[in-house]
């Protein structure tokens, strides 16, 4: 669709222009006046956007949930750029919905009530968590930001943010040590708990939260920590829906649809929310709207996790280092597709736990659907980033489990030399790949050491723990990234795919 070729109206995004909006984009039905809040939610990117204010807001226009509206937080300086973005438009935001077919629907949200300051001892957002009428804090953090120890998988002690908010708990830098700090003015007060839940990609992510905001405030009060421990809960919880990053051409879009959005979101045709029913100050009826409640989101989360989140790490270190910008454009990629399937059936399927009537061949096909679907524009580097944090929750757990269990690895050995490879920091065409990791600096040296010796690369403690000490794996990571050297990633994805 060539979106600059359509002239049309453009309205600006705000309470009092809900009305102007073009016939055909659906906006909140309820009162907004008439909202109050009871979610703080701290990390407001796309997803959250996406998923769970959409879940909220379907719920009130269903005439429900008006006193669980959201509102917005962050603990980073960056979090500030949209803060001024969504106030401007009175935290509403434009959701455009994609299917593979290029239809598209158009829907304004409206459940975000507010965004507080960004300040650096977190105070605004100490303040409103420790609201009574705050019942829920959800978090967007990524996977990354749970200051997770690669070895142990506990909270990690040492790190600088950690040790800070142990030694200063009443100007904490971090949002668990907002979470305790605000947790801890709630006990004193006599208003009781909340509920922590996590919407991050992580495999019992609401027991990670847990460990995180009880392990930090174990650092510094004993008393406060039991307390947190047994009062408050921290539901784990699947999420699921690929919501690409925002840039010029969804912000035209939008204005094409007739909205003029500072933070439009696009994403696919396809959500779901799996959530244990664990809320010690209660909830808002999300199975009105499709979410499901289930003492079995560990499953859930597994084969989402390995599957979906484990199949981005497959596709988008190769298709990085080929100048291939679109996930749907790696999947008609005949080389990188068939690497895709290849490792998905062998080697991450066989470790993932099927749900009844739903056996795992038929979700990896939905995935494959999912990732083709060229309507969306999810790019290569949104989905390669972090990919310190990815592949340590995506892909490692598979490998473990392979060598305990003495099956392949060949694959996803592959999978970890392409990620070597993608960390030099050049593609194949000679072009330069921009820095796309936290820690990129120490990885692209590592990447240029590994060139001649690839152990050096699984020396990364903090990522691969004690994996180099697998023989198997060290030797099948090592082959792979000499042969990627030597031969090219076409030729040598070719290698692994005509393999018996």
């Not at 454009?329 to 009844?356: C, G, N, Q, S």
Request: charged fraction near 20%; proline fraction near 5%; hydrophobic fraction near 40%.
């Amino acid at each position: 669709m060539d979106l600059s070729s359509r002239k049309t109206n453009v309205n600006s995004l705000q309470n009092n222009t809900l009305d102007e909006l073009p016939a055909h984009v659906m906006r909140p039905s309820y009162d907004r006046k008439k909202m109050s809040p009871g979610i703080v939610h701290i990390g407001v990117g796309n997803f959250h956007r996406a998923h769970l204010a959409w879940y909220v807001h379907r719920l009130m226009q269903q005439g429900h949930a008006l006193d669980w509206a959201i509102i917005g937080a962050g603990v980073r300086e960056h979090d500030s750029v949209m803060r001024e973005k969504l106030l401007g438009q009175d935290c509403l935001t434009t959701l455009i919905e994609l299917d593979p077919l290029g239809a598209q629907a158009t829907e304004v949200t409206g459940a975000m009530l507010d965004f507080l300051p960004v300040e650096p001892d977190n105070k605004p957002l100490i303040q409103t968590m420790a609201d009574p009428r705050i019942r829920i804090v959800t978090t967007t953090i990524t996977e990354g930001g749970y200051y997770l120890d690669p070895v142990t998988n506990g909270l990690d002690i040492t790190h600088a943010d950690i040790i800070h908010d142990a030694e200063n708990p009443d100007c904490p830098r971090t949002a668990f040590g907002a979470i305790v700090a605000a947790l801890r003015l709630r006990r004193d007060s006599g208003i009781g708990p909340f509920t922590g839940l996590s919407c991050d990609n992580l495999q019992a992510n609401g027991t990670i939260l847990r460990q995180s905001v009880v392990g930090l405030a174990r650092l510094s009060d004993h008393d406060l920590a039991d307390w947190i421990d047994s009062h408050c809960s921290f539901p784990n919880s699947m999420v699921d829906c690929i919501v690409p990053a925002t840039g010029p051409a969804e912000l035209q879009r939008a204005r094409s649809l007739g909205i003029d959005d500072a933070a439009p979101v696009t994403h696919e045709n396809f959500r779901q929310w799996v959530i244990e029913d664990t809320f010690c100050t209660g909830r808002p009826d999300w199975t009105l709207v499709g979410a499901e409640f289930s003492d079995h989101v560990h499953q859930y989360e597994a084969r989402k996790i390995r599957v979906l989140n484990g199949g981005h790490q497959v596709l988008a270190n190769a298709a990085e280092i080929l100048g291939v910008d679109n996930i749907s454009d790696a999947m008609a990629h005949p080389l990188i597709h068939a690497m895709f399937r290849k490792v998905l059936t062998e080697e991450i399927i066989p470790h993932v736990d099927p749900l009844p009537d739903s056996p795992v061949i038929e979700y990896l096909d939905l995935i494959d659907r999912r990732f083709a679907n060229d309507s969306i524009i999810d790019t290569v580097r949104r989905v390669a980033f972090d990919g310190s944090a990815r592949h340590v929750g995506f892909i490692l757990p598979t490998i473990r489990d392979a060598l305990k269990s003495g099956q392949s690895i060949e694959g996803l050995a592959l999978i970890e030399a392409l990620w070597a490879r993608m960390c030099l920091g050049t593609r194949e065409n000679g072009s330069q790949i921009a820095a796309n990791d936290p820690i990129w600096e120490t990885l692209t040296i590592k990447a240029a050491d590994a060139q001649q010796n690839p152990s050096v690369w699984l020396e990364m403690q903090q990522i691969y723990g004690d994996l180099s000490q697998h023989a198997r794996f060290a030797d099948a990571f090592g082959r792979w990234l000499l042969c990627i050297y030597q031969n090219g990633v076409e030729a040598t994805i070719r290698i692994y795919t005509e393999q018996n």
